[in-house]
């Protein structure tokens, strides 16, 4: 399989505690109490089914009993955290790009800044020369826990987790909003897609990526469709242990994967990245498009 300067395209535990309260009798305030409660459900269940415009959908999952948190960002600052993130892939010279996927972006760092509690990550159609020396019609912006050169060691990797972000990707077409797991390795297979919207705002697809017992290149994908998701933000969602991989949205799993030689077992980078012209170019009207990140985390026994 390519090294990954190349993109193929493609929650926690389902038994997360639950509240219980206390069986009470009746009583003379029942109608009121009962308002309060009918209220209630209406407001969880409006933000559950559309998200919001600053906040994440509710979950209703969460991380394995037990499991710690051993990464995450809230994106609270002025800027962007350098000890956590990275602003390329690991072959970063000045910039960066998957140039077998014939991508139209230039990665570029001031692409991915932090203010108001949100990670942003911009694509402007400006063009940059590369130093690889080709001029590409956009710059855009990503995020990883990998190097900041080749050479360099990686900031954080994750083997096995529930991984999880609040994403709020842009309503333009032409753009490929994503999330995903990389090997340290710096070469795929494997890989894993928590999210990708390839070129559709429609269309979730989630993938994992393999080497079969003869060394080709395999790839397994899952779809969930819903045409409400530029509308606010989704927690889009990982859970990956040694014989599954479980995919969620807003806390409702869409996906899952138990064959063990489609499974990882490997250190992986986390990125998040905003592609252009994956697998469309976006129309002649768009000039800009922004994806934005309300907080990440990742989670472990």
């Avoid at 080709?134 to 990883?144: A, H």
Wanted: hydrophobic share 35%.
């Amino acid at each position: 399989m390519r090294l990954r300067p190349r993109r193929a395209p493609g929650g926690p535990h389902p038994h997360g505690p639950h509240p219980h309260g206390r069986h009470r009798r009746p009583h003379r305030h029942l109608a009121f109490w009962g308002a309060v409660f009918a209220v209630l459900v209406i407001v969880l269940v409006a933000g559950d089914v559309g998200g919001s415009a600053r906040g994440p959908a509710v979950s209703r999952v969460s991380a394995p009993a037990g499991w710690r948190m051993v990464f995450h960002d809230e994106f609270d600052g002025s800027r962007l955290d350098t000890h956590r993130w990275t602003t390329c892939y690991d072959w970063n010279e000045r910039g960066c790009t998957i140039a077998t996927n014939n991508e139209l972006e230039w990665y570029q760092p001031g692409q991915a800044t932090v203010g108001g509690g949100v990670l942003t990550l911009t694509a402007q159609r400006r063009a940059t020369r590369g130093s690889d020396g080709k001029l590409y019609p956009w710059v855009s912006g990503m995020v990883s826990t990998g190097r900041d050169d080749w050479y360099a060691r990686p900031r954080e990797t994750f083997t096995y987790g529930y991984f999880e972000a609040a994403v709020r990707i842009p309503p333009q077409a032409g753009m490929a909003s994503e999330f995903w797991l990389m090997p340290a390795s710096r070469y795929t297979p494997p890989e894993i897609d928590i999210m990708e919207f390839l070129g559709t705002t429609r269309q979730l697809t989630m993938f994992t990526h393999w080497r079969n017992a003869d060394g080709a290149d395999r790839k397994q994908r899952g779809t969930f469709d819903s045409a409400g998701f530029p509308d606010g933000y989704h927690v889009f969602a990982l859970l990956w242990e040694k014989d599954r991989l479980v995919w969620y949205v807003d806390g409702v799993e869409r996906f899952r994967v138990t064959d063990p030689e489609r499974i990882s077992h490997v250190p992986m980078e986390l990125i998040l990245n905003l592609a252009v012209g994956l697998p469309t170019t976006p129309p002649a009207d768009v000039g800009s498009a922004r994806m934005r990140v309300d907080w990440v985390r990742v989670w472990q026994p």
